[in-house]
């Protein structure tokens, strides 16, 4: 096929696809422009989950920043739209609006209590974490001692399952991975994980948890950020080979996209630089400054999996009828 003809195709299935980004990270201070989420409705994507809290900081600033972010999109009806189920969004894609739900990175923001997880879910939350990067009371982080997952952690995962919040393992050490795919009686995903056989760093994840995500019939999102990916590479042919990767495992039914973009790059390395405990140098963090897969590379990625001999069918997939079929199968 040549160069034209790739090109054609693959606006022809951009334009197609429902397009799911199932991370961002904004800042859980609340001090970020939300008016940058335009960046993703300009780039052509229909769905993005925001983070609103992760394990570095308290159960309160996840409050609090839920009330903000949430503020923000109500009195911004024109652009966004912030969504109760898959209904939501593809209303809100008919309207040209970019439809919004929220995302926890760790279970710290439960501060303890089983009962918050149906609170976050009316508020918005509809993905969760076990734990960013550090063990916590639900289960092991990826750069910690992974104690596997504990019987609060498995306490949750049934009242996550209760109300129709999936169950997310992205972060999260294998022990406590593996035990949570086994316990959940609904699809399990990894909203923002790389495969360590392209790159060997320790947040990517392993050929077996791979194919435990896929054996639950959910869903691993490829992450855009430039230590993940490769070393400090964030080319599309790279991100094209972590999805070649799970799809060639797995199939490409259980492959999606999870950028986690962040517009404020240099806020991000500070907050790195200040706290060493959840990302260790050891890890590779602070080796070269942080770089992100943009929103609008999205278009040149589809480019490179039509190069690479993707079925349409496999492309639209995996630039969203994958995770819009997971979260139709558990979100309530």
């Known amino acids: ?33 939300l008016n940058n989420l335009d960046i993703w409705r300009k780039a052509g994507i229909h769905y993005l989950s925001v983070n609103v809290g992760y394990d570095v900081f308290d ?13 923000f999109l109500q009195t911004h009806p024109k652009k966004f739209a912030l969504i109760r189920g898959v209904a939501d969004i593809k209303r809100a894609r008919r309207d040209g609006k970019l439809a919004i739900a929220f995302d926890l990175e760790g279970m710290n923001a439960l501060n303890g209590d089983v009962n918050m997880v149906n609170v976050y879910y009316e508020l918005g939350v509809r993905q969760m974490l076990f734990a960013y990067n550090l063990d916590n009371l639900a289960g092991g982080g990826c750069h910690d001692g992974d104690k596997g997952l504990t019987d609060f952690g ?22 406590t991975t593996m035990e949570a795919m086994e316990a959940s009686e609904a699809p399990v995903i990894f909203s923002h ?6 790159h ?15 054996r639950t019939g959910g869903v ?4 855009g950020v430039s230590m993940f990916l490769g070393e400090n590479d964030t080319t599309s042919k790279t991100f094209v080979d972590h999805i070649a990767h799970m799809a060639d495992l797995v199939g490409p039914e259980h492959v999606g996209i999870a950028l986690d973009y962040a517009f404020d790059a240099d806020k991000v390395d500070d ?4 706290n060493s405990a959840y990302w260790p140098e050891s890890a590779g963090y602070g080796r070269h400054p942080t770089s992100y897969v943009p929103p609008k590379q999205l278009r040149e990625i589809t480019e490179t999996m039509v190069r690479r001999g993707f079925k349409d069918r496999e492309i639209l997939g995996i630039l ?8 139709s199968e558990v979100w309530k």
């Open 1 to 33: 096929m040549n160069k034209a003809n790739v090109k054609q195709r693959a606006a022809k299935l951009y334009a197609q696809a429902l397009v799911w980004d199932d991370h961002s990270g904004f800042d859980p201070h609340g001090g970020a422009d």
């Open 59 to 71: 159960w309160q600033a996840t409050i609090r920043t839920l009330a903000r972010f949430r503020a």
């Open 154 to 175: 498995r306490a949750v995962i049934k009242e996550m399952n209760r109300v129709g919040m999936l169950v997310d393992c992205s972060h999260t050490a294998y022990r």
């Open 193 to 198: 994980s790389c495969a360590r056989a392209i």
């Open 200 to 214: 060997g760093h320790g947040r990517n994840i392993v050929d077996a948890q791979i194919k435990a995500c896929a």
């Open 220 to 223: 691993i999102g490829i992450n």
């Open 271 to 274: 907050l790195v630089d200040g």
């Open 320 to 327: 969203g009828g994958n995770f819009l079929r997971v979260a």
